[in-house]
């Protein structure tokens, strides 16, 4: 059960777009639409900002998206704000019936 | 409104055993959803632990699955882990989070997470 691969780190500025990718195969990301994303402020739980690739829970921003081509999904921030510094994490379900997690990535907003 | 709570020794020997328990509160167990341990080493990633039922249907992290026991006691409202050998590679602060798409890893809720370090 790999890790799926997220840029270790990415930066924008605010106001403008920013898009994290989450890399996997065809027995998880590329394989189901249950693709989740977690926003990690430090010291802090994580917290769900997208599932099954593109569900916003109720209370999540609709400037956080989600998306899925092939065996990669990605979660753009538009509009971006200082409070969107965090680390960010992918899950994925896959084909032994089990989630597994990206291996994050951190935002800095400049 | 739901919450978690993980409570626990915040520190464990090697070569013991560790055990956390997880209180629900809010919703009841047994009403369903599956219902996880994630952990996460200091300065690292998160790592899926292993998620169960309320009747019973789990499943573990192939890497754990030899050492970890999850279990719910729906009469309690609690959610319990038992990680056999301890080392130092699994001190980590663990939090335990409901999964809302099956065993998928959409954890909606979270615990504030309890840190449990491996040392003699």
């Known amino acids: 059960q790999s890790a799926l691969t997220q840029p270790p780190s990415v930066s924008g500025s605010p106001g403008q777009s920013v898009t994290i990718s989450c890399t996997g195969t065809?027995?998880?990301?590329?394989?189901?639409?249950?693709v989740s994303w977690y926003q990690q402020p430090p010291g802090t739980a994580p917290k769900v900002m997208i599932y099954?690739?593109?569900n916003r829970p109720s209370g999540v921003p609709d400037r956080f998206s989600g998306s899925k081509s092939g065996n990669m999904a990605s979660l753009t921030i538009s509009g971006l704000q200082a409070e969107d510094e965090a680390d960010y994490y992918c899950?994925?379900?896959?084909?032994?019936?089990?989630?597994?997690f990206g291996g994050g990535t951190k935002l800095t907003v400049l | 409104q739901v919450q978690l709570q993980e409570s626990g020794p915040g520190l464990v020997k090697p070569s013991e055993t560790l055990s956390l328990i997880c209180t629900v509160s809010?919703?009841?167990?047994?009403?369903?959803?599956?219902w996880g341990w994630i952990r996460q080493p200091p300065g690292k990633g998160l790592e899926w632990i292993g998620s169960?039922?309320?009747?019973?249907?789990?499943y573990h992290n192939p890497s754990l699955r030899s050492r970890v026991t999850i279990s719910v006691d729906s009469s309690k409202n609690q959610l319990s882990l038992k990680l056999r050998s301890v080392t130092a590679a699994d001190t980590a602060v663990y939090y335990c989070?409901?999964?809302?798409?099956?065993?998928?890893?959409?954890?909606?809720?979270w615990g504030q997470g309890t840190m449990v370090t491996v040392s003699s």
């Open positions: 065809s027995s998880d990301v590329g394989g189901y639409n249950r």
């Open positions: 809010g919703y009841s167990i047994s009403s369903g959803y599956y």
């Open positions: 899950s994925s379900y896959t084909s032994a019936g089990t989630p597994v």
């Open positions: 099954e690739v593109s």
């Open positions: 169960m039922y309320h009747s019973g249907s789990s």
């Open positions: 989070a409901r999964d809302i798409v099956g065993a998928s890893g959409a954890f909606d809720i």
